[in-house]
């Protein structure tokens, strides 16, 4: 059985049909002009929670890059301490072997001792050092108590604590954000008398002074080899805080690759492929064309039968 169509149902299939075209026409434009596609929820599910998923990875990942940079400037930051407290532990062993020399009597020793207690005030200023957010550098996760304070007797004693902070990057990893007080002034071994003890740069550094005093030659030669100890452990210090340095460039770099990538997707999603939409707007214009033509010579005939 055919079907028969009015001519009033035709035009409003016709006249539907032309409207759809415009419209899509017009989205088409829409698009070139901003260079974006019109992905919303109510027109595209999938598409919207796919940007929105990776918006919020590639401003994690931009997050991370940040908070590295500025670990590695904190880690910059403790490298120069550690590199000026080591220039002053060579002044202080050149001292220590030119205080062996039978040429330099007990006044001269008195100035050595001087400028050892200097340098020795120089190194707690250093290890009390605030970061850029206000916070002791050395003090493990005790951020705001004062490192190294000196007692009245002259040592220099220990206020922090050995847990280091850290930093969660957005994958978990847990990145340490400086080296703890105890790490910094390290455990030189002593053995004298067949009495071992443990101690750290900064009794070294006050036996030396006090070996000076008293021009005890014994006190100056052990101050000899603990200071040697106490620059070989500020030394290793600077190759971790190095190898530090370099984990943090590589997280870096990895979170850069993770953006472009993620970057790219996002585009994918929701930027507009110029020669295919124009290639589409064409067809479509085209398509509007050919109906707009057949729909006025559908209505030229259409009259021209109600005028007979």
Known sequence: MKVKISTAQYFKMMNDHMTSQQSKIAELQSQLSVGKKNVTPSTDVKATTSTLKLSRVIGQQEDDISNLQNVNAGYKEEEAVMMSMVDMLRRMEDISVAARSETYGASELEIFAIEVEGYMDDIRGLANRRDSNGHYMFSGTKVSTLPFTKQADGTVVYNGNQTEPTLELDTGYQLPLSISGKKLA????????????K?????????????????????????????????????????????????????????E??????????????DVDYAS????????????E??????????QLSILNFIR
């Open 199 to 255: 101690n750290d740069m900064f009794k070294v550094m006050q036996d030396f002074v006090t070996a000076l005093k008293a021009d005890n030659k014994t006190g100056v030669d052990l101050a000899i080899d603990e200071l040697q100890e106490v620059s070989r452990n500020l030394n290793k210090n600077l190759v971790d805080n190095g190898l530090r340095q370099n984990l943090v460039e590589e997280r870096r770099d990895i979170a």
């Open 290 to 299: 050919a109906a707009q033509s057949t729909f006025a010579k559908v209505s």
């Open 186 to 197: 390290g455990v030189v071994t002593r053995t004298v008398g067949g009495v071992t003890t």
């Open 257 to 270: 690759e993770k953006i472009v990538i993620y970057k790219g997707l996002l585009s994918d999603a929701r």
């Open 277 to 288: 939409a124009i290639t589409q707007l064409s067809s479509d214009m085209l398509a509007l």
